[in-house]
């Protein structure tokens, strides 16, 4: 069985500054690998997804993530966060390409921007 | 395009009362899930379906959770009787239903059992 792990549940960042969200997985074949970001209240929204080709993937939002196969990670990076940008961010990964299957989650990173 | 349409948005009911959770997905969508994220953690599928049918429900207790998707559209998922730790947030997603597309989020039914 799949699994994800974000092993930060809080990271605090300064407005302007760059960020990296870590993101590792356990899955046996090639995963499919997604970030979502979950404001307040609010459901989920994709950022990014990854299914094949490019290893740097663009997302909504200015963000960008990178898998590495050899380390079994799709890391979450933004070069300049905003205030905006204060919210959970999950990864998650599916077998089936997410449409197809269901998704695992990691716990999560709660993301706070210092003024 | 209207997204997946959750009611109620929140709801507070005694532990032992029952419950039901009401979800339309995107038009044309076959693939429906119902998630569960309690406090502090990620979402965690207890249901998918496509169109009417059962994919999976490996992780739905089925002693006191029961959801159907009549006619393959909208879909309720009910708890009887309710215990404390299912307070969560139920979430309802729905997709296309094919590999390499993603799935839409609604808000989510913030439920509190006391």
């Known amino acids: 069985a799949q699994s994800v792990t974000q092993p930060d549940i809080h990271i605090t960042v300064s407005e302007g500054a760059s960020l990296e969200l870590r993101c590792n997985y356990s899955?046996?074949?090639?995963?499919?690998l997604f970030w979502y970001v979950q404001s307040p209240g609010q459901g989920l929204q994709l950022l990014l997804k990854?299914?094949?080709?490019?290893?740097l993937v663009q997302g909504i939002k200015g963000f960008e993530a990178e898998f590495k196969r050899s380390q079994s990670s799709f890391n979450l990076r933004k070069p300049s966060v905003h205030w905006s940008d204060a919210a959970e961010y999950f990864c998650a990964v599916s077998a089936g390409g997410g449409g197809a299957d269901g998704l695992t989650f990691g716990k999560g990173t709660h993301l706070i921007i210092q003024p | 395009e209207a997204g997946v349409a959750q009611s109620p948005r929140y709801k507070i009911i005694e532990k032992r009362q029952s419950v039901a959770f009401w979800c339309n997905p995107i038009?044309?969508?076959?693939?429906l899930y119902w998630y569960q994220q309690i406090l502090g953690q990620g979402p965690k599928l207890l249901i998918q379906f496509q169109n009417n049918g059962v994919v999976d429900d490996s992780q739905l207790p089925k002693d006191r959770f029961s959801a159907e998707r009549l006619k393959g559209v909208d879909s309720t998922l009910k708890i009887q009787p309710a215990k404390l730790e299912d307070s969560a947030v139920y979430l309802c997603?729905?997709?296309?239903?094919?590999?390499?597309?993603?799935?839409?989020f609604g808000q989510g039914t913030r439920l509190t059992v006391v």
């Open positions: 997603a729905s997709s296309f239903g094919e590999a390499f597309t993603e799935a839409f």
């Open positions: 899955y046996g074949a090639t995963p499919y």
């Open positions: 038009s044309g969508h076959a693939t």
């Open positions: 990854y299914f094949s080709g490019d290893t």
